[in-house]
């Protein structure tokens, strides 16, 4: 019942009051000593509010922010370690693999490298035949998405991003890129 | 040579983390741990459980990250793991026995999460101390609010996020999430009261 609910000595409802307190005070708060000395409550708690912003940040940054970070970052690695790898080449000893995480660090590497590109998501997929992957063909598939310098001509630009990754990959590790889709996933002001 | 991770934007840091950078991956820990660090010690008031918290959840979002839609979703979904893993921990405490710390744990637990003691941002010993004494006060009145306005409040007045972006942390209406963050006000002001 609304008039079982706590109100101000003016008798405005206090759930009222605290809901528009973050607007300017209407005429009635403008003169109404109880409302007014609500209004001080919060601009102390504000007061107080901003004092724990500013101040509590030096010291907790410190705490066991190594440990923590060091911790979580082992289990990480252990699992990228056991991501996917592409096959590079078959010997008489066997198969030679490269992971799927250098390739990509790779190919971003190269991309970005060209003025007003930015890499922002790729994903390498070894060639499949009939649903298949290929084991020994070198020959991967990858989707790139890039944002765009606002400054540069976007179609020469996907040409250069195309020539320099197929370049860079197939001299470092001999996989050749056949199939690379660019997409153009955003602009951003240089 | 590629660019630095800190030349990027965070949207490309975190597509990057999408695909299993883990370089990347180490970025966004150390851009988002001081963040997750005080809002989980405020709702917990507990350091161990806050810092259990937090390594679960950048565990959590080293395993959803290739499924996040866009990377513009990580910092909501960041936030509403941990706030939802905060109120999953207050519950069970509150379904049993609270642990039995004697009060000098209490206080430092509490002084180290809410002060900063020496850090010398306050030029003047008495102002000092005398704001250290209604941090404290406060850090003492947002523990008797419930933790769902509690967690609403922390977002907005602390953590400075938007009403919009809060509705998303906690998957609640924008209307409720003001009306939350109007009632912890109300709570908190007139439990600060007697420190003005």
């Not at chain 1, 198969?95 to 994903?123: K, M, N």
């Not at chain 1, 860079?168 to 660019?182: M, N, P």
Request: hydrophobic residues 40%; proline residues 4%; negative net charge.
């Amino acid at each position: 019942m609304r008039s079982d609910r706590p109100r101000l000595g003016c008798g405005r409802d206090l759930d009222e009051f605290w809901s528009t307190i973050d607007e300017a005070p209407t005429a009635h708060e403008r003169i109404c000593p109880d409302c007014q000395s609500a209004r001080n409550t919060l601009f102390h708690l504000a007061a107080v509010t901003t004092s724990v912003r500013a101040g509590a940040r030096p010291r907790l940054e410190l705490q066991n922010e190594g440990t923590l970070k060091g911790t979580v970052m082992t289990l990480v690695r252990a699992e990228a370690r056991r991501g996917t790898k592409t096959p590079l080449k078959t010997t008489h000893l066997g198969t030679i693999d490269v992971s799927e995480q250098a390739l990509l660090a790779l190919i971003r590497s190269a991309a970005s490298t060209l003025p007003g590109v930015r890499d922002l998501r790729c994903t390498v997929t070894p060639k499949q035949v009939n649903g298949e992957e290929q084991q020994d063909t070198r020959d991967v598939h990858i989707k790139l998405e890039v944002a765009l310098s606002s400054t540069v001509k976007i179609p020469e630009t996907l040409v250069l991003v195309r020539e320099r990754v197929g370049a860079v990959v197939e001299a470092q590790t001999s996989v050749i890129l056949r199939h690379i889709d660019i997409v153009v996933a955003d602009l951003y002001d240089l | 040579m590629g660019v630095s991770l800190d030349e990027l934007d965070e949207l490309a840091i975190v597509a990057r983390a999408q695909d299993g950078d883990t370089e990347a991956f180490e970025w966004l820990i150390s851009a988002y741990q001081g963040g997750l660090d005080r809002m989980c010690l405020r709702m917990l008031n507990d350091r161990t459980d806050a810092e259990d918290l937090i390594q679960e959840t950048f565990i959590s979002a080293w395993q959803a990250l290739p499924s996040l839609a866009v990377p513009q979703a990580f910092t909501s979904w960041l936030y509403r793991t941990a706030t939802n893993k905060c109120l999953d921990i207050l519950r069970a405490k509150q379904r049993r026995p609270q642990d039995v710390r004697d009060g000098a744990e209490l206080a430092d637990m509490r002084s180290s999460s809410w002060t900063s003691v020496g850090c010398g941002y306050l030029s003047d010993p008495a102002k000092e101390y005398e704001t250290q004494a209604q941090m404290l006060a406060l850090a003492d009145v947002l523990q008797t609010i419930p933790p769902g306005p509690r967690a609403c409040w922390l977002l907005k007045e602390v953590h400075e996020f938007s009403y919009r972006e809060i509705a998303e942390i906690v998957q609640l209406s924008e209307s409720t999430v003001r009306g939350r963050i109007a009632r912890a006000k109300r709570f908190l002001a007139e439990g600060m009261e007697p420190w003005r």
